[in-house]
C-alpha cells in the first residue's frame, strides 16, 4: 500500500510540493504586514514623524485605520493562500486583535470603545493594548498551523489569557515603569 501510495505522490506530486513556494511567497507577505504595524508603534513611542509623513503624503491611506486595514488586508492573504490549516484561531485572533488595537488607537468608528475601556484604569494603557493586540495575532498564527487543537483551547489562550494577562499587566506595571 505504501508503494502504491508513493507512486500515486510522485505522479501527481506531494500535497507539499504542489503549494511549498506559494505558501512561502504569501507566508512571507503575512509577515511583512507587520511593518504596517510600524508607524503606529512609533507613534505610541512619541515619534510621530513617520506616521505624520504617511498622512501628508498617502492622506486618508496613510492613517491608523487604513495601516491597520492593510495589515489584516496582508495576514488574510497569508491565511488564505499560505501554510494555515485551521481558521478558528485566526477569525477569533483578527477579531481580538482588532479589539485591543481599537483600544489603543482610537479609531473614529470604534470611539465608543476606546472611551469605555479607558474608564478602566487597567486598560487605558495603550500600549500594553497595542502589545497584546500583537501578542494574540502571533499566538492565531502560531496555533492556526495545529491540527489537533480544538476551538476550547484557542479561545483560552487568544481570549482568556491575553485579557488576564493585559488586566494584570495594567494593575501590576503602571508603577514599575512609572506610567
Given at each position: 500500500m505504501s508503494d502504491q501510495q508513493t507512486s500515486v505522490e510522485q505522479t501527481?506530486?506531494?500535497?507539499?510540493a504542489a503549494g511549498g513556494l506559494r505558501q512561502k511567497i504569501f507566508n512571507i507577505i503575512g509577515w511583512a504586514a507587520f511593518l504596517?504595524?510600524?508607524?503606529?508603534?512609533?507613534?505610541?513611542?512619541?515619534?510621530?514623524?513617520?506616521q505624520?509623513?504617511?498622512?501628508?503624503?498617502?492622506?486618508?491611506?496613510?492613517?491608523?485605520?487604513?495601516?491597520?486595514?492593510?495589515?489584516?488586508?496582508?495576514?488574510?492573504?497569508?491565511?488564505?493562500f499560505g501554510s494555515d490549516q485551521r481558521y478558528t484561531p485566526v477569525l477569533i485572533g483578527f477579531t481580538v486583535s482588532f479589539l485591543y488595537f481599537c483600544?489603543?488607537?482610537?479609531?473614529?468608528?470604534?470611539?465608543w470603545l476606546y472611551e469605555l475601556a479607558h474608564k478602566i484604569p487597567a486598560l487605558s494603557y495603550n500600549a500594553m493594548?497595542?502589545?497584546?493586540?500583537?501578542l494574540v495575532i502571533?499566538?492565531?498564527?502560531?496555533?492556526?498551523?495545529?491540527?489537533?487543537?480544538?476551538?476550547?483551547?484557542?479561545?483560552l489562550v487568544l481570549v482568556v489569557l491575553p485579557a488576564g494577562a493585559l488586566i494584570a499587566a495594567g494593575i501590576l506595571l503602571p508603577g514599575p515603569l512609572g506610567l
Open positions: 501527481q506530486g506531494s500535497p507539499k504596517l504595524l510600524a508607524p503606529l508603534v512609533l507613534k505610541m513611542l512619541n515619534l510621530p514623524q513617520l505624520n509623513f504617511m498622512i501628508e503624503r498617502l492622506g486618508g491611506w496613510g492613517s491608523p485605520i487604513a495601516l491597520i486595514g492593510f495589515f489584516y488586508s496582508l495576514l488574510f492573504l497569508r491565511v488564505f483600544n489603543s488607537l482610537d479609531i473614529s468608528f470604534m470611539h493594548s497595542f502589545i497584546a493586540g500583537i502571533f499566538l492565531s498564527n502560531a496555533m492556526s498551523g495545529a491540527r489537533r487543537a480544538k476551538w476550547p483551547l484557542d479561545v
